[in-house]
């Protein structure tokens, strides 16, 4: 193909017109069951009146003021998320990258401000993905991901997922924090049991180090709580936001507690465009549907409608899916062949997917999905599956 974009990613031929709801319509008028979300972002599904409303409304007041004049709507997004989480402070970014990587700024700032400047390395986990930035690549250690951008940026330490022993050995005096997806997504829907997220935050408040829990696609909603460290009953002291939290428009938040964050005096960090009046319309308006009562509720409900029907499936067809896995809405097939030909199969069937580590396929459905549509969405993986296996 003959383009003018940088190659930096292989795509998919296929080019979108119009959504509606959790469907998508493609350029030739082909319409798709959209399990993808844009990479399990646009959580309320496309063109939910109520964020577009929102978006154009802001869109014929005002734009952009920059980050030098008070914005009244990202006070109000900082109150509301702050309202529902562990965290008192929030910085506004607009990217999941960018803010885990405030994260990563605030974590060192912490410790030198509280008379600790040696304490800059971050533990952090193999699988794990964290953006595309230097320092977040160094954080996930991904080679295929650093393979000819060295030097890395010093100050991590990738241990095994799961690995107890190396995780204690790892901790030593310039150990500052640990950073973890409390479900990694990219690496392939691998969720860290419950005792585990709690036992980091035991070490991590034995040796004083920082806990940071990126839950940039875990977040919002997606596994069925606001956040999905609230299924272990435990809080992180600083927790990166982006994907649903702006449903499509770009934005992301840096979360953390008074004690922590007060570090972060006024000149050391910022963003031009972070939290500009848009993205404050449409994070507010986000919020406004996903805290309105039941509503996670009902995305719990619809989550184990959905797992049944993958799992009947999935014994229906074990030479195509070994297993179903994750939490909610973020869940994951574990793939028998390479996890592209189920992809390719389910998107030929008219069936959005992403693929994952582990040779996992992603099916991360908007939290609006109804029980039509993953009806609609299980006859088509049934038909994807049998074509596989013939
Ligand atoms: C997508 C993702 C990021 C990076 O977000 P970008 O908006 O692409 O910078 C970081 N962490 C996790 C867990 C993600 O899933």
Known sequence: MDSAVLPTYGRADVAFEKGEGAYLTDTKGRRYLDFASGIAVTMLGHRHPHLVKALTEQANRVWHTSNLFRIDGQERLARRLVENSFADLVFFANSGAEAVECGLKIIRRYHDENGHPERYRVITFEGSFHGRTLATLAAANNAKYLAG?????????NLPFGDHEALKKAIGPETAAILIEPVQGEGGIRTVPAECLRGLREICDEH????MFDEVQSGMGRTGKLFAHEWAGVAPDIMALAKALGGGFPVGACLTTEKVGKCMSAGTHGSTYGGNPLAMAVGNAVLDVMLEPGFLDRVQQVSSHLRQQLARIAEKHPGVIKDVRGVGLMLGLEC???????QAALLKEGVLT???????????????IGEAEIGEAAGKLDRACAELSA
């Open 149 to 157: 951008f060295a030097p890395v940026v010093d100050g991590f330490d």
């Open 208 to 211: 004083g180090l920082l806990l």
């Open 336 to 342: 028998v062949k390479p996890n592209t030909a189920l």
């Open 354 to 368: 992403v693929t994952a580590g582990d040779n996992v396929l992603r099916l991360a459905p908007p939290l609006i």
